[in-house]
T-cell receptor, first 116, second 112 residues
């Protein structure tokens, strides 16, 4: 089944304890992205990657790191989590059809992170 | 950056009623996407519109993009409890397809 898999789905951690949320897709997609969703603020993009070793900042990159060493994986790293990073996180991928404006994203099921 | 305004923010309808959700941009929309999200879950792609005046339908859901490509509407006919959820519009700014920005969503409740 074609899908984007995120882990963990739920996590409670403490301020300052480094954590990684993994994201993997099995569709051979070029493009991957991380979003966070917060009440009243909607879905905001954190980072995206157009291809292996190519990443760029989205709208809210502060406090996050990403890497794209392999096409299928795009982990989100929180080096020193803080309570304001408590959120619902989504990973998404797309085949990225250049020049057509077409970029249908397939989303993972989400990772609910709580930072105490 | 491109901002998408969705209205209404929330909507409660009786089963069987029709409803419309709007998505408005201050800039031309190059690719308008509608997604549905069940509370706390991932987003499911519904439809994509690219051309001014374009209209697409899937089952009881119809989406339209206006001629000026600055507003889209999502219309549900004869709503059912299964239609309940959060509807989000997303758009690609400025003709680029590397960045998809979303509206804040419309929460739809359908009462049986």
């Amino acid at each position: 089944e074609a899908q984007v898999t995120q882990n963990p789905r739920y996590l409670i951690t403490v301020t300052g304890k480094k954590l990684t949320v993994t994201c993997s897709q099995n569709m051979n997609h070029e493009y991957m992205s991380w979003y966070r969703q917060d009440p009243g603020l909607g879905l905001r993009q954190i980072y995206y990657s157009m291809n292996v070793e190519v990443t760029d900042k989205g709208d809210v990159p502060e406090g996050y790191k990403v890497s794209r060493k392999e096409k299928r994986n795009f982990p989100l790293i929180l080096e020193s989590p803080s309570p304001n990073q408590t959120s619902l996180y989504f990973c998404a991928s797309s085949p990225w059809v250049t020049g057509t404006g077409a970029n249908v994203l397939t989303f993972g099921a989400g990772s609910r992170l709580t930072v105490l | 950056s491109q901002e998408l305004e969705q209205s209404p923010q929330s909507l409660i309808v009786q089963e069987g009623k029709n409803l419309t959700i709007n998505c408005t941009s201050s800039k031309t929309l190059y690719g308008l996407y509608w997604y549905k999200q069940k509370y706390g879950e991932g987003l499911i792609f519904l439809m994509m519109l690219q051309k001014g005046g374009e209209e697409k339908s899937h089952e009881k859901i119809t989406a339209k993009l206006d001629e000026k490509k600055q507003q889209s509407s999502l219309h549900i006919t004869a709503s059912q409890p299964s239609h309940a959820g959060i509807y989000l519009c997303g758009a690609v700014p400025g003709g680029s397809n590397y960045k998809l920005t979303f509206g804040k969503g419309t929460l739809l409740t359908v009462n049986p």
